[in-house]
């Protein structure tokens, strides 16, 4: 990882994360203050998002700007560019996501279609928008949050894992246009990890605290240590690695039989 002041003059002023307000979000936005960079932080819910921000200006000695968007809106470009006004945008964390978990029969249309504006839609639209002035400066950095369920498909993800294998080649096919233009791209896979959102799934007799799942602290050092680095995609934690590892060996069919044992005892969370 570069140092505070270099990592400031390849990825600053200022780094665009959006849905932030909690979780991993929140943990992307702390640790890039902690490196130096002003931040505009965008999410749905103003009180968290506030509070958010609020606590990294008490830690912190950077420019912190809240932005009450919601990111599936058809002119989210627009929008975030109006939060963002004239600042320097050097890096793009895109976090948010709906991660529903659902049986596909039981999706509704409408919320299936807002899951691919959150998840897929802004993320390739706001990376359009920013990209091109990243690439005339010759530095910057994208960072899109996949899943080690969009390598995979499984039962109850259907939607979700798709979003997420989405962002997992969008960012290849960034990181292939953009890397000898200076500009860092980086998809980030993480296994489980203990956010308000990743919670919202775990039934009652779940494993919330076992060395399976994360923290959202050691993820975002993790991605953010490889960011600028040789990989084009993290899964961070070295048990994740070994998983993600065992699952891409096997035939196609038992790969999507195994996830399945896992995810068919997720929760429907409707969210
Ligand atoms: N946590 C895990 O185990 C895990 C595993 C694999 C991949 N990931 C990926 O990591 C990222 C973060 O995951 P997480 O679910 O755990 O979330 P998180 O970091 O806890 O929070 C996501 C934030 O995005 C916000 N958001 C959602 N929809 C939005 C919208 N339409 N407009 C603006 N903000 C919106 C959420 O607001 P609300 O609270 O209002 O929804 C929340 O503040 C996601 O891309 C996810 O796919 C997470």
């Known amino acids: 990882m570069p140092e ?15 849905g932030a307000a909690v979780g991993l979000g929140a943990e992307w936005s702390r640790q890039l203050a902690a490196r130096g960079l002003d931040l505009v932080l ?7 998002l506030v509070a958010t921000c609020d606590a990294i200006r008490r830690e912190h000695a950077v420019e912190v700007v809240p932005a009450v968007v919601d990111l599936g809106r058809a002119d989210v470009v627009d929008a975030v560019a109006r939060a963002v006004g ?11 996501a709906l991660g529903t978990v659902a049986p596909f029969l039981e999706m509704d249309p409408a919320h299936m279609a807002r899951m691919l504006d959150v998840n897929c839609r802004a993320p390739m639209l706001l990376a359009h928008a920013l990209a091109p ?3 005339r400066r010759g530095r910057g950095g994208i960072v899109l949050l996949s899943s080690m369920s969009g390598n995979v498909g499984s039962a109850q993800l259907a939607v979700y894992a798709a979003t997420k294998a989405f962002d997992l080649v969008l960012s290849d096919a960034l990181w292939a246009e953009l890397h000898d ?3 860092d791209v980086l998809a980030v896979q993480p296994g ?37 680095g040789d990989a084009t995609v993290l899964v961070p934690g070295e048990l994740n690695r070994m998983g993600a590892q065992a699952i891409a060996s096997l035939p196609r069919r ?3 039989e195994m996830m399945s044992q896992v995810t068919s005892k997720l929760v429907r969370n409707d969210r």
């Open 86 to 96: 004239d600042r320097e945008i050097g890096l793009l964390v895109y976090n948010a």
């Open 254 to 256: 038992q790969a999507i």
């Open 133 to 135: 002035a990243m690439a």
């Open 181 to 183: 233009r200076g500009v």
């Open 192 to 228: 489980s990890t203990r956010t308000p959102g990743w919670l919202t799934s775990q039934g009652p007799g779940a494993d919330v605290t076992g060395p399976m799942v994360m923290d959202p602290a050691d993820v975002v050092r993790e991605a953010l240590d490889a960011l600028g």
């Open 42 to 48: 965008v999410d749905r819910d103003a009180g968290p």
């Open 4 to 18: 505070v002041p270099e990592f400031r003059s390849r990825y600053g002023p200022c780094a665009l994360v959006a």
